[in-house]
């Protein structure tokens, strides 16, 4: 699995920390999403899939 | 065509039997007309979004404004319409304006400084329900803890004295009032806006650490932001960061005791990540924003065989997309077990609300507190009597008479 980030998009909603916590965190100083793991471990897969599901500013793709 | 418009739903609309579903005619328009006309208040028929797919698929769509000064704005009363232009923060803007001002106070909401702030929480609910049960029986609820606890928080978090929470509580009542007239509401909002603009003249001369004297500092010294855009953000942040948090907790506790195997489950659990879950469930069954996310179209639109036309008015009613069956199977049970994170409850697109971490961790505190420390907690009153808010724009109970 490949995960995409547009930061450009991103509202720092935070949904995508509270889904995959291991693949996204946020940016101190404004709160943007950014990627911890491009291509996440086996177990994280789900996570940041439901990542990219909920997302609201359609910010997060994953090509498996 | 007069005929036809006649005939139309009007929109909002009234609830049925039970207080925590959705009006019984938005559940019709989702099943038989999932992309219609409604009626409102100024005889304007614009386009009622029921299902969760489309809501999505709408609230993300850059052809969607949210910004009342583009004409066919659905506004929701004569306040509103009228007022129009005198409240400018982000959440009236598109992007790119949007964006940029959103991102000056992102920071302050997101996942781990919300949690840095979870002790804190916890402490100021602890202390409030050990004064609930120092105090006389019944306790109104409202005014003891789902009032006091987001209130407090909000406070501390923007450098706004709690001690002024009488002035601010009155006036944001006064502003949520769905049948408010344009005088009211100019007056709550102008009174509001006055001591606002004090305590940022205040704040300017003495500021601490919180996050408005950080605005103060860093946008409104440096020229970047007038003291009005100021008094704007401090104007949605205050009202937002209290009243919606404060909302769930009554309400949430009303579900709850109604539903005594759901809130067993959630008193008896030790696990963090079901409390987390029932707190998104409660979200999506409560669906407190009850006023229909309203928006314009800037440019034509297709969606599900309709066309949207550029002009045309759009309310995404969220309270009913979160009871689709396509996205949530049995959707009017209340099932703090079930994936309910999809909902769309703090809304969808760019607009999706700023708080909502802040909001989890408050209700994941008080629903995992509450409930243990007063066990025997019940309503003083029978359910029909309880004050639900269908005059608010954003629903919940007016008081919450409990005793234990």
């Known amino acids: 699995m490949k995960v995409v980030l547009d930061q450009d998009r991103c509202i720092g909603s935070g949904q995508c920390v509270l889904s995959s916590p291991e693949v996204f965190d946020q940016r101190d100083d404004d709160g943007i999403a950014v990627l911890l793991a491009e291509q996440p471990p086996a177990d994280a897969e789900e996570g940041a899939r439901e990542a990219a599901r909920i997302c609201p500013a359609l910010a997060i793709t994953v090509a498996e | 065509m007069a005929e036809i418009v006649e005939e139309l739903p009007t929109y909002p609309m009234s609830r049925g039997r039970c207080p925590f579903d959705p009006p019984p005619e938005l559940d019709r328009l989702q099943d038989t007309e999932p992309l219609s006309r409604v009626k409102l208040w100024d005889g304007s028929t614009p386009w009622m979004v029921t299902r969760y797919d489309h ?39 598109d992007d790119p304006d949007h964006a940029a001002q959103r991102r000056l106070v992102t920071a302050d909401f997101m996942i781990k400084r ?67 007239t344009a005088e009211q509401s100019r007056a709550a909002s102008e009174e509001l806006r006055a001591y606002l603009r004090d305590l940022v003249k205040r704040l300017d001369s003495a500021p601490d650490d919180a996050l408005l004297s950080r605005l103060i500092v860093q946008q409104l010294r440096t020229g970047q932001m007038g003291i009005e855009d100021i008094v704007d953000m401090a104007l949605l942040l205050l009202i937002a960061g209290h009243e919606t948090t404060a909302n769930m907790i009554a309400l949430g506790t009303v579900a709850l005791l109604e539903h005594p195997d759901q809130l067993a489950a959630l008193r008896d659990t030790d696990d963090p990540k079901l409390v987390a879950n029932a707190v998104e469930e409660l979200l999506r069954y409560l669906t407190i924003v009850h006023n229909g996310r309203r928006r314009v179209a800037l440019d034509d639109i297709e969606i599900g065989g309709r066309l949207i036309r550029k002009g045309d008015g759009v309310i995404v009613a969220t309270e009913i997309a979160n009871r689709d069956a396509e996205a949530f199977p049995d959707p009017d ?60 724009a954003i629903y919940g109970v007016h008081a919450l008479p409990v005793t234990w």
């Not at chain 2, 049960?133 to 609820?141: F, N, V």
Request: net charge positive; charged share 25%.
């Open chain 2, 55 to 93: 809501s999505r698929q709408l609230l993300a769509d850059p052809r969607i404004s949210s910004d009342p000064r583009n004409d066919g704005f659905p506004f929701s009363n004569a306040a509103q319409s009228q007022n129009r232009g005198q409240f400018n923060a982000f959440i009236v803007r």
């Open chain 2, 333 to 392: 049970k209340l099932d703090i077990h079930r994936a309910a994170r999809h909902h769309v409850a703090f809304g969808y697109g760019v607009h999706q609300c700023l708080g909502q971490p802040l909001a989890r961790v408050e209700l994941q505190v008080v629903y995992s507190t509450l409930y243990r420390r007063i066990p025997t907690l019940a309503l003083a009153i029978p359910l029909d009597e309880v004050p639900f808010k269908h005059d608010m």
């Open chain 2, 114 to 180: 919300v949690e840095a702030m979870r002790p804190r929480i916890q402490e100021i609910t602890d202390g409030l329900i050990d004064d609930i049960l120092a105090g006389p029986k019944p306790a109104d609820l409202v005014e003891t803890l789902a009032l006091p606890l987001p209130s407090l928080v909000i406070c501390e978090l923007l450098g706004v004295p709690y001690a002024d929470r009488t002035l601010f509580h009155r006036l944001g009542k006064t502003l949520l009032r769905r049948d408010n």
